[in-house]
C-alpha cells in the first residue's frame, strides 16, 4: 500500500449536458453543467493520470463544438494548475476508448498506458459485422487505435484481462459489458484514508448511485453498448469498494465534486477539485499557497 | 448527389472500420492475415475516389505488418491521410459518433 494524494482536475465542460444521458430514462428533464475531468495520483513514486482527455484538434474539435464542450484547456495547463507537468506522469490509466477519456494520449509521451484488452479486441470482431451494425463502434476513432500503436511500439502499453495492481494500491478492475465492452474502473487504496474509486464512465454522477428520485435506487448511466443488467452490478461492485460513501466514488462528469471537495476554481474557469494530501504535500487549492 | 459524393462516405465507412480493426490487430499481434484481403479489396474500390489514397496507405500498413515491423512513418500516413479524408466527408454528411458526454448534438 502506499499514500496518494489525489486530485480531480476539469479540462472541459458542457454547459447544457441532456440530463437523459446522465440518467437512464430522465427523458426531457432539462439540462444541467458537467466538466470534463481526469484524476491525478501523486506518491513519492509515482505520478499517475486516470484518463487523458482529448486533443481540441481535428475530429476532438469537431466532436467537442458539435457537443457544446467549451473552456478546454491542454494537459500542459490542467497539470501545470497542480505544478506538474504531462512529461511527468510515468502512469496513464484509461477507462474507455471514447474521445473524451482516451483522446489525448499523445500528450503523456512518457507514460505506461493500462487498457483492458477487450476493449481492442471487440473492434477486431466487429470489423466483420454488416455495415448495419457498426453502430457498435461507432464512438471511435482510427485516431485514438494509431495512438495506441505507437505506445504499442514504444514498448509502453499494457493491455489488462483481469483485475490488476498496476501500481502499490493502485488497481485496475474489469467491467466489461457496461458503457462500453472493455471499460474498467480503478481503485485506490491509501494508508492513511482508505479507498477511493474512480468509476470511469460507469458512472456520470452522484445520482446514479442516490437514485434520479433521491429513492436510493441506483439509476444506470443514459449510454450503455453493453447491459444495463452489468452496469447496476458494476455500480454495486463500486459501492461495496467505496463502503457506501458515494463521495468515495469519483464519476468524471459531476459538477458537485467542487463543492463536495476542498477545491479552486482557476483564472482559465477549469476547477481542481483536493481529494486526498499526502503528508508533506502542499496544498494546491488553498488560494494562499497555490500559485495561478 | 453525384457518384462520387455517394460513394466517398460509404467508402469512408469500410475505410474507418478497417482502420480500426487493423490498428486493434496490430496492437494485439492477431488476425492481421485476415485483414488483407479486405485491405486489398477497399484499395480497388477506392481507386479515382478521394478514399484512394487512404486506402492505399492502410493496405500498406496491413501489408507491411504481416512482413515485420510497422514504421511510425506507415502510422502517421494512415492518420493524416485518414484525417484528410474525414474532413472531406463531414463537408456534406453529418458526424457518425455516437455522442457519449455530449449537450446538444447539433453537426451542420
Redesign the interface.
Known sequence: MADYSIWVVEYAR?????RG?LLYGQWNTG?TI?P?CYAVLKSDDHLAVIDSGYNHV??GK??AD????SDWQPPEVVLGHLGFSPDDVDTLVLTHN???HAGGVEFFPNARVYFQ?RE??K??W??GLP?RL??L???????L??W???R??QGK?T?LSEETEILPGVRCIPAHDTHTAGSQYVTVENERDGKWVFAG?NA?VYENFTGANGDGRFTPIG?IFGSSERCVLTMEEMWQHAGEEPSRIVPF?EQNLWSTFPSRQFDDSLHVAELSLAAGEPSRVDSALAAT | MSAVAFETPELYRRFKSLAVAASAALILGERVDELRPVADELHRDAAGTSCEEPAARLRQLVHGALSGEVSDAELDAVRASHRSLRREVWTTQPCEYVPCCAGTHHHR
Not at chain 1, 458542457?14 to 441532456?18: K, L, Q, R, T
Not at chain 1, 463502434?137 to 485516431?143: E, H, V, Y
Open positions: 458542457v454547459n447544457e449536458f441532456a444521458l439540462t458537467a470534463y481535428e475530429f469537431v466532436l458539435s457537443y457544446g464542450v471514447h474521445f473524451d484488452e481492442i479486441s473492434y477486431l466487429a470489423v455495415d457498426q453502430w463502434t461507432s464512438a471511435t476513432d482510427p485516431d487505435m494509431l495506441l500503436v505507437n504499442l511500439k502499453l493491455l464512465d456520470y449510454l462528469h
